[in-house]
């Protein structure tokens, strides 16, 4: 299953211009592309929201081999309830470690050389100062499950993964499409995985000819289809293929067509600029610091 790789995780977020200031200064990521668009997304690709949002794509480098950060704002949506499904990107660079003492960034070190810290929002954050032992520094995306091995048989022997750690005692597993790729941990908890209101969501790219027979597979297994085989449009883009499944814990995973895929996801130059031009036009930093009550 080398042919399949780990390509974002979908974030939520209300405020795009402090999110917009962790993930490019504390980070140090750079803004990929950045799209606007007047009415919801066929693959509910802004949750369940058809107003008026923006996406933007956020990494360490381009799409072809870093694994990113989708960012979607939806207008008027200021915040969003987190459940416990989410529990954090882990991030091996000690340049983000640096910015974000030099910023005044919280940062908790809970081992040595490892930081806690959090987006706007309140998704999770793992900082490992050192460099990177891959060309991406991005690691791994740990998410809660409730039962580890039926999600282990999901993820491994319907979807193909390779199980690279488990660790019974801890009721955690490592997983991944390729040695060099970001990594999915599933780690086990006690309760119920609750995913509030903040629809996460990981996606994947696989040969486009392999959606038909996945989506019949998960048929076949009756697990839970949350969008049937669509194809997608981007005016001016490729068109691409998308298949939206969930696991046995709800967790929703997008599986594309990896060659229009890369065709549209060819990094914007003008990307950054986009995306300022569209906080600027938003005023949502405004809106924000008048929310802030003196003390």
């Given at each position: 299953m080398a042919t399949r790789r780990a390509l974002h995780f979908v974030f939520k977020v209300g405020n795009r211009f402090?999110?917009?200031?962790?993930?490019?200064d504390v980070l140090g990521m750079q803004v990929l592309r950045h799209e606007e668009f007047e009415e919801g997304c066929k693959a509910a690709c802004n949750g369940p929201y058809d107003g008026k949002w923006s996406k933007t794509m956020v990494g360490f480098g381009p799409e072809d081999n870093h694994f990113v950060?989708?960012?979607?704002?939806?207008?008027?949506?200021?915040?969003?309830?987190?459940?416990?499904?989410?529990?954090?990107?882990?991030?091996?660079?000690?340049?983000?470690?640096?910015?974000?003492?030099?910023?005044?960034?919280?940062?908790?070190?809970?081992?040595?050389?490892?930081?806690?810290?959090?987006?706007?929002?309140?998704?999770?954050?793992?900082?490992?100062?050192?460099?990177?032992?891959?060309?991406?520094?991005?690691?791994k995306v740990t998410l809660?499950?409730?039962?580890?091995?039926?999600?282990?048989?999901?993820?491994?022997?319907?979807?193909g993964m390779k199980i690279y750690e488990k660790d019974e005692e801890k009721q955690r597993a490592l997983l991944g499409y390729a040695d060099n790729q970001c990594?999915?941990?599933?780690?086990?908890?006690?309760?119920?995985?609750?995913?509030?209101?903040?629809?996460?969501?990981?996606?994947?790219?696989?040969?486009?000819?392999?959606?038909?027979?996945?989506?019949?597979?998960?048929?076949?297994?009756?697990?839970?289809?949350?969008?049937?085989?669509?194809s997608l449009d981007t005016p001016g883009k490729a068109t691409v293929q998308v298949v939206i499944l969930a696991d046995p814990d709800g967790h929703e995973i997008c599986f594309v067509g990896d060659e229009a895929f890369r065709e549209l996801s060819k990094v914007d130059p003008i990307g950054n600029k986009l995306l300022d031009e569209a906080m600027a036009a938003d005023k949502?930093?405004?809106?924000?610091?008048?929310?802030?009550?003196?003390?």
């Amino acid at each position: 299953m080398a042919t399949r790789r780990a390509l974002h995780f979908v974030f939520k977020v209300g405020n795009r211009f402090q999110t917009a200031r962790f993930y490019r200064d504390v980070l140090g990521m750079q803004v990929l592309r950045h799209e606007e668009f007047e009415e919801g997304c066929k693959a509910a690709c802004n949750g369940p929201y058809d107003g008026k949002w923006s996406k933007t794509m956020v990494g360490f480098g381009p799409e072809d081999n870093h694994f990113v950060a989708e960012l979607t704002y939806n207008y008027g949506i200021k915040n969003y309830q987190l459940g416990n499904d989410f529990k954090g990107i882990t991030i091996a660079s000690s340049q983000a470690v640096s910015n974000a003492k030099k910023l005044k960034w919280p940062l908790t070190e809970i081992a040595e050389g490892v930081f806690e810290t959090e987006a706007p929002g309140g998704y999770k954050f793992y900082l490992q100062d050192r460099s990177p032992p891959q060309p991406d520094p991005v690691l791994k995306v740990t998410l809660a499950v409730s039962d580890l091995q039926k999600s282990l048989n999901y993820w491994s022997n319907l979807l193909g993964m390779k199980i690279y750690e488990k660790d019974e005692e801890k009721q955690r597993a490592l997983l991944g499409y390729a040695d060099n790729q970001c990594k999915l941990e599933l780690q086990g908890i006690k309760d119920a995985v609750n995913h509030a209101a903040a629809f996460g969501r990981i996606a994947f790219s696989c040969p486009e000819k392999e959606l038909p027979g996945l989506e019949d597979l998960m048929k076949r297994e009756k697990q839970e289809i949350l969008t049937p085989l669509v194809s997608l449009d981007t005016p001016g883009k490729a068109t691409v293929q998308v298949v939206i499944l969930a696991d046995p814990d709800g967790h929703e995973i997008c599986f594309v067509g990896d060659e229009a895929f890369r065709e549209l996801s060819k990094v914007d130059p003008i990307g950054n600029k986009l995306l300022d031009e569209a906080m600027a036009a938003d005023k949502s930093d405004e809106w924000f610091a008048k929310q802030i009550k003196p003390q």
